[in-house]
């Protein structure tokens, strides 16, 4: 608005005065040419008579709006074409006459409201001798009243486009500002834990696509808190179980007067109720240090040694429930991973072929370098996973057979570990049935380059 203003401000008054000057300019030389033609006309007379000039001014066309004097070098009017009420025959006492019978031209223009005004005077010389002036008056009211309504216009008109330039203004303003207060609105909404709020996604502008952004924004956060408060409960949950058996086992050695064997059980139990709840905060912590901590910069890896040491750290356990565990791996193969966060993949996985085995069963850690990954199998002849449960096992706390899963000490978190892991060493793992009846999960790693796997 004060741009229009200022624009407009600036076009009423400098674009009348330009005219006006112009249109003057243009007028002080259309009169003085006008006043050489006379002079022009009397170049071959030695000596101006009253008789001689009047007819040879009245033959010249092009005069009719003009007043026509001339005088002889002594200032007196030899000729006047207002005739009646004229100065002829009298001393003419003008300034422009008197400049011209100095020997100079003179021009002056006056610019008034309705009227433009012009005079010219020149001196007639006659063999290098001043025998005369021709002195010429011109009275403009057609350009003038132009100019006026001209002014009178472009005010109006500039009147007329301030009036729609606030009209839009205040219009785009409010529209606008309204607009963005229901953005506002909506943050603040956000803000106190509302992340239901949605914007209206009308439009193309920048405000729409904020809008838009915003609705993803509160969509994605509305998921994370669902995910959030799922997961605070589901770990509130894990703990309290084993909590409320600790309670109940102390409370019974407690209050009951139980034989010593009886005794010993109790506190036993209450033992592995203890180490459930530690393996259970450590893979807490675990998670917790997987969303928090950057990763860190990967190495190249040799697959062998690690899955030999998760091999030989879970053999008693798989003695215990008579499983074979078998590795076939080359000893070249390498990937680009943490050696710790690698361990800790195969870990779970061979941990859970165990615990998810059948008496006798076997387990299978297979890598094979193909031409542009490291695939790593680990396959069992246990009990397999239902196809519709296998999308959702790297879910946190999600287990399929709920009592047998409890009973084998796990609370769910294993997979969802080494899913998160292997996304952050680029990797990729996906569940199937295993060829034996069983379950497989295949991890693939993008190849490490030749040298690289040297090294
Ligand atoms: N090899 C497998 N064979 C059959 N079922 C499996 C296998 N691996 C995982 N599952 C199923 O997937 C569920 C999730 O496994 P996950 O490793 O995440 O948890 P968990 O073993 O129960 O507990 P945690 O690993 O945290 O101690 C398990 O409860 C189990 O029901
Ligand atoms: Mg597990």
Same mark, same amino acid.
């Given at each position: 608005?004060? +741009? ?41 007379? &030695? ?57 100079? @031209? ?24 001043? +025998? ?12 003038? !009243? ?28 409010? +529209? ?61 949950? &894990? ?11 102390? @409370? ?68 215990? !429930? ?47 370098? @193909? ?15 239902? @196809? ?6 790297? &879910? ?20 969802? +570990? ?35 796997? !040297?090294?």
């Amino acid at each position: 608005m004060l +741009i229009t203003s200022a624009v407009l401000l600036f076009l009423n008054i400098y674009a009348p005065i330009t005219i006006r000057k112009l249109t003057c300019t243009a007028q002080g030389s259309a009169v003085k040419d006008k006043a050489r033609l006379i002079v022009s006309a009397f170049s071959s007379y &030695e000596k101006l008579d009253g008789e001689t000039v009047g007819p040879v001014v009245q033959s010249m066309s092009d005069l009719h709006n003009a007043r026509v004097l001339v005088t002889d070098a002594g200032a007196r009017c030899l000729y006047d074409s207002l005739g009646v009420g004229g100065v002829a025959g009298k001393l003419v006492f003008y300034p422009e006459v008197a400049e011209a019978l100095e020997g100079n @031209d003179a021009v002056h223009v006056r610019c008034e409201e309705t009227l433009i005004i012009s005079k010219a005077s020149m001196p007639i010389v006659a063999y290098n001798r001043i +025998i005369g002036a021709v002195y010429l008056l011109e009275r403009n009211g057609n350009q003038a !009243q132009l100019i006026t309504s001209l002014q009178r216009n472009i005010f109006w008109l500039s009147v007329g486009l301030e009036i729609a330039v606030v009209i839009v203004s205040v219009l785009f303003a409010l +529209i606008f500002s309204r607009r963005m207060g229901k953005l506002f609105d909506s943050v603040r909404k956000m803000h106190g834990g509302d992340y239901s709020v949605r914007l209206p996604e009308r439009g193309r502008d920048e405000v729409a696509r904020l809008g838009v952004a915003f609705n993803e924004l509160a969509q994605r956060l509305n998921q994370s808190e669902e995910v959030r408060k799922q997961f605070v409960s589901n770990a509130s949950h &894990e703990l309290k179980t084993p909590l409320a058996s600790i309670k109940l086992l102390s @409370d019974s050695i407690l209050q009951n007067d139980m034989d010593q064997g009886t005794m010993r059980e109790f506190v036993s139990d209450i033992g592995s109720e203890a180490d459930r709840l530690t393996r259970l905060s450590a893979k807490l912590l675990e998670l917790t240090r997987l969303d928090t901590k950057p990763p860190e910069t990967l190495s190249t890896v040799a697959v062998l040694p690690v899955a030999d040491r998760v091999l030989r750290m879970l053999n008693p356990l798989a003695r215990k !429930q008579n499983i074979r565990l078998d590795l076939d791996c080359p000893a070249d193969c390498a990937i680009t991973a943490t050696a710790d966060d690698l361990y800790q993949i195969l870990f779970n996985l061979v941990e859970n072929g165990i615990k998810y085995n059948v008496e006798g069963g076997r387990v299978l850690l297979l890598a094979r370098t @193909d031409p542009d990954l490291v695939r790593i199998d680990v396959e069992d002849t246990g009990m397999g996973i239902p @196809d519709i449960e296998k999308s959702r096992i790297f &879910e946190r706390f999600y287990r399929v057979d709920k009592a047998r899963s409890r009973k084998a000490g796990g609370a769910g978190l294993g997979l969802s +570990i080494v899913h998160d892991m292997v996304l952050r060493n680029r990797g990729s793992i996906e569940v199937s049935d295993g060829e034996n009846g069983g379950t497989r999960f295949r991890l693939c790693f993008p190849r490490v380059g030749g040298e690289e796997a !040297q090294s």
